[in-house]
């Protein structure tokens, strides 16, 4: 058994202040699904760490981020999740204008400005590293970001036994037919904690046991052996509360994956169920010690979608209730982690939640000491 953080961990702003610091400023994250930023124009808005981002389609079809920060006098200039901008982002306080791809083209008034800025785009918004995969807009604020890969593949390759492990569920095709937003009074690495043991599975998740027999064994990690999912029940024909499937499997998916439940954390904010018809996406962002904003994503292939008489609620339903329970569970840890007895120990077969712990240690570097809040609360 190992013993791991102590209550501080989940309820100090000033560690989630270093996290945001070092973890969500520094790391690929998630931001949002790119269907509907096909136009030129349209973006969406996304907070990393302790800013806020633009993602926004250029005329040259370039997905872009651009810091959400007037080079003015520090505005926020879009509000909106998403949206259109049209041709150019204008500034509502004194009406600065910029490209779609940042660069500042008009200060009313100011012709001056403009010229001495403009040579050496010294007034343009500034960009920050941003990629699309999975059918995603992914963002780094990283100075130099290394390719949002080389940060996922040793994640893909340790759950799901290889880097191209997903290219079967085509996920950058398929379409969002339902998304779910769950405010949960825990904070975040108690979420990704929950999501990487599935010793929790017989007690709090009676649907989802019935529905996943490994489940009920208790000793799996979140989805049964490296690589290959846990197995759906024999009366099953697909995910779903009744057990019924929704959809016919996703095109290109193996025979082997036809009947299995699989997932796979990519740390820092994004966690992927794989399903046979259907994928869930989730996204959680921190929003204090003790409060994360979970955002769920129920995607199908169009066609499947588009089908006469689709209906997904009997899929969706069964993970929901899985998700409710989970979070009230995680909610109840952490009414425990303002204890100063707090503490918590992981059998070794949990080690997705060790594997999580090092990964956030490394990124916190030594600001992170194990059962040492003073050396994270005080530097
Ligand atoms: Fe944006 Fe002045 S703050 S134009
Ligand atoms: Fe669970």
């Given amino acids: ?10 309820t100090s702003a000033q560690v989630l202040a270093h996290e945001r610091h070092d973890i969500f400023e520094r790391h690929w994250i998630c931001a ?10 349209s973006f969406l808005r996304a907070d990393a760490g302790t800013e806020s981002v633009l993602l926004v389609r250029g005329r040259d079809g370039e ?12 505005a926020r200039l879009c509000v909106e999740r998403e949206g259109d901008l049209g041709s150019s982002l204008r500034c509502m306080y004194h009406g600065w204008t910029y490209g779609l791809d940042g660069r500042l083209t008009g200060a ?27 059918g995603y807009a992914w963002v780094s604020l990283a100075t130099a970001a290394a390719p ?16 191209d492990a997903l290219d079967e569920y085509t996920i950058d095709d398929l379409v969002a037919v339902d998304s779910r937003i769950y405010d949960v009074r825990a904070n975040w690495k108690m979420i990704f904690e929950n999501f990487s043991e599935c010793y929790h599975c017989p007690t709090l998740h009676p649907e989802l046991s019935a529905a996943l027999p490994h489940f009920r064994t208790g000793y799996g990690t979140i989805s049964g052996p490296v690589g290959q999912g846990a197995r759906l029940a024999d009366h099953m024909t697909g995910f ?37 018809d259907h994928v869930v996406c989730f996204r959680v962002e921190p929003r ?21 008489g689709f209906d997904p609620d009997d899929a969706i339903t069964l993970l929901d209730i899985a998700n409710r329970q989970d979070f009230e569970a995680s909610e109840r840890v952490q009414l425990g982690a303002s204890s100063a007895h707090f503490s918590s120990v992981y059998p070794p ?30 530097e």
């Fill in 1 to 10: 058994m190992k013993s791991s953080w102590d209550g501080t961990r989940y």
């Fill in 32 to 41: 949002g699904r790119t269907k509907d930023l096909s136009r030129p124009g």
């Fill in 63 to 74: 997905l872009r981020g651009l810091l959400n920060l007037c080079r003015h006098r520090g």
């Fill in 108 to 134: 009313p008034h100011l012709r001056e400005v403009l010229q001495e800025g403009e040579g050496e785009g010294r007034l343009d918004l500034h960009a920050v590293a941003a990629e699309e995969w999975l």
């Fill in 148 to 163: 949002l890969a080389e940060q996922m593949e040793p994640q893909l390759v340790h759950r799901l036994g290889s880097a």
């Fill in 240 to 276: 779903s509360l009744s057990g019924k499937a929704a959809a016919a499997p996703l095109p290109r998916l193996s025979v082997e994956s036809h009947r299995t439940f699989n997932s796979v954390n990519l740390w820092p904010n994004t966690v992927l169920v794989l399903l046979p």
């Fill in 288 to 308: 204090a010690p003790d409060r994360t904003i979970v955002t769920a994503d129920w995607l199908f292939h169009p066609q499947a979608a588009a089908a006469p």
């Fill in 349 to 378: 077969h949990e080690h997705v939640i060790g594997d999580f712990h090092r990964w956030v240690d490394d990124a916190l570097g030594t600001r992170a000491r194990s059962g040492e809040p003073s050396a994270v609360a005080g």
